[in-house]
């Protein structure tokens, strides 16, 4: 042993001990605050109407960066951020729920590439993650996983949080280090308040018994994706703020942006996007509806940001805030996902079946609580995007300009309230926190340190270029110029226009200059061939995230003509694709023959809004089936001695459907169901109870079958998977 520093003798009396000791000065602590689907405007520091005084509060104290760029989608960005190389590189070309065959698009991080949480650990950082991960394939999210791909097993030393692209905030599907756990039955409960809680309790942990250490804390929320979920006395303060429509609300927010500082004096108001109407141009119905939409989605946003302040105050409570570095920023531009009209349930595009404002106008008080999980219209999506072009999904900067703010009272100098324009990706966070503590070649990265510029803001960027691809769209940045291509499905790439912006003069990206700089247009697409080349971009692909989806190899659960399930199993997740009655099957449960009379929920999947729950009640046997506020109930009495009951769902072509009711195979009674869907709700299958909000009004809690009467449950597909509606619902998911 060469590195010990005491000395080893032949027996204790010759060697003299040594322990470490406790460093002279611990590295900042790092926070990074990662928000979902929000827009580059959204915050107040960035020109909202939406108040986000505790963001406002740590751009105040420390720095916003305007030039900051992501991914224009989740899963690509996380990786970004976590690795410090593009996302192409290390295999997460599209989402954690796709592979697509090419080692650019496995749907994972490469196992050989180290994440941030992995090299912080070693050098004696407490790593804890809270919130949304979305880089393990959809397969492995399951109790027995494999979780080589699950946030324990990279690097973080606790995890608490939801692995899937989103997940209901008042009945979450949550994960707890390796195993699921039941959302917490309290009064009110709501998902980002129970990530904050989650945080505080890690950091108040850490503190405890690991002061002489540092620590990362990585908090995800899955808000501002959809499902939109806040509580009324969030919404009905802005009614009024956003009754001026989205057309006015982006002037509004440039103006903001301009006072501020943010942007340049002479940035110009891209074009109105062709998809999105004048606002004036809509009926009183439809004004009123959408207005209500986007006041959900600010409250949303506002309820995210009081965690934050509670967050930040316990940082400050705990004498860790001085030192402690926070980054906050978003996954990718706000999204166009709503459709044209929004929805009141976000279920019913989720499951392919949008529904018309005059539909959704007299539900419409029940949007963000229990009966209205919301989404937007696309007008408000391109306002959030204000004052750029398009939204997530495209490489515009709609899709991948992010806002960021840094706080770290003790390594800004006093630069409080600045603002920074130097060009950044997300691949250069890793690079820049890894600088920060001194490990700034911990590991092989595409980006780089931006540590100069959080103490001078004429500093140079990291680097020059960077590259975007997203469905066979592209884009490169060099040297201040940028050029963007259109591309469509089945386009041939060297037919492609491409548009070119002098950034340093056109900071929103309104003026192409394509025709006045061919020569320039032309250098800079080699340029983007040659960073394709060096990052695996190939083979390039133009397939929609549909059609991806739908090319998906089956897998997991899903792959399985017939699966049986166990009393007393973990929950089946939704994002498993077996939970819902899109197909016709087979629901058989075996029972023990001596616990004959047993009473309970047999199996259950999803919840009131949507789902289905098969129970035996008082000597019957009962289906109920939900979807779109519809419930059917078929019901029959048992034989008084039987071993299997079930139900048998045969669907037909127009998606209607019958429900048959078995006892040891003869058929007892059966009902129509007027429609199924691939998506019921956000909440998976159990065994056994009924574990979420409730399917049936029948009983209430779980209503759990006793374990020693319930030997198995079998679910048998007489049909294949509809891979093309599967596909759908996966991308109203994202």
Known sequence: MTDFPGKIGRTVDE??????????????????????????????????????????????????FNSFHVTPLCSPTRACLLTGKNHHHVGMRCLADTDTGFPNGRGTVRSDVPLLPELLRDQGFGTYMVGKWHLTPAQEVTPAGPHKNWPVSRGFDRYYGFLGGCTDHYTPELIQDNHSIDPPETEDYHLSEDLADRAITYLRDHTAFRRTSPFFLNLCFGATHAPIQVAKEFIDPYVPVFEKGWDQTREDRLARQKEMGLV???????????????????????????????????????????????????????????????????????????????????????????????????????????????????????????????????????????????SWPL??????????????????????????????????????????????????????????????????????????????????????????????????????????????????????????????????DDRTLEDILVFRQPNGLMSQQSITFYSGQGHVPQISMVTATERSMD????????????????????????????????????????????????????????????????VAGDKTAVATLVADGIELESGSIPRVSGHTSFWGLDVGRDAARQVSQAYTGPNAFPDEALDKVNITFRSPIDHAHLAATGVACE
């Open 587 to 650: 629901i058989t449960a075996a029972l023990v023959p001596r616990y004959g009379g047993a009473e309970g929920v047999l199996v259950s999947s999803g919840d009131d809004l949507g789902g289905y729950s098969l129970y035996i009640k008082e000597g019957a046997l009962h289906f109920e089936h939900v979807w779109s506020r519809t419930r059917i109930i078929v019901s029959a009495a048992l034989p008084e001695v039987f071993q299997t009951c079930g139900v048998r769902i045969s």
């Open 411 to 540: 390594g800004l100098d006093a630069q409080g309230g600045g603002i920074r324009d130097q060009f950044l990706h997300a691949i250069d966070v890793a690079p820049t926190l890894l600088d920060i503590i001194g490990q700034r070649d911990a590991a092989p990265f595409d980006g780089a340190s931006f540590r100069s510029a959080l103490t001078d803001a004429d500093t140079q960027a990291p680097r020059n270029t960077q590259y975007w691809e997203m469905f066979g769209r592209r884009a490169v940045y060099h040297d201040g110029w940028k050029a963007v291509s259109e591309h469509d499905k089945g386009d041939d790439y060297a037919a492609d226009t491409w548009r070119l912006y002098d950034t340093r003069s056109d900071f929103s990206e309104c003026h192409d200059l394509a025709a006045a700089h061919p020569d320039r247009l032309a250098a800079l697409q080699d340029i983007w061939w040659q960073e394709a080349e060096a990052n695996e971009v190939m083979p390039l």
């Open 264 to 406: 340049p004096q002479d940035t110009d108001l891209v074009p109105r996007n062709p998809e999105v109407p004048d606002w004036d141009s809509l009926d009183a119905d439809a004004r009123r509806l959408y207005t209500r939409l986007q006041a959900a989605y600010a409250g949303f946003l506002e309820h995210s940001d009081v965690q934050i302040g509670r967050l930040v105050a316990e940082l400050k409570r705990l004498d860790l805030f001085d030192n402690t570095i926070i980054l906050v920023m978003s996954d990718n531009g706000a999204s166009r996902e709503g459709g044209d009209h929004g929805a009141v349930d976000c279920n019913a595009p989720y499951s392919g079946m949008p529904e018309s404002v005059a539909e959704q106008i007299k539900r419409i008080d029940d949007i963000g609580g229990p009966n209205g999980p919301a989404h937007y219209p696309q007008g408000w999506a391109m306002a959030g995007n204000t004052p750029f072009r398009r939204y997530k999904q495209f490489v515009e900067l709609g899709g991948v300009r992010s806002p960021l703010v840094v």
């Open 15 to 64: 060697s003299t001990p040594w322990w470490p000791g406790a460093a002279d000065s611990l590295p900042p602590n790092i926070v990074t605050i990662l928000f979902d689907d929000t827009g580059w405007a959204d915050f107040g520091c960035f020109g909202s109407e939406i108040r986000t005084p505790h963001i406002d509060a740590l751009a105040g104290d420390g720095l916003r």
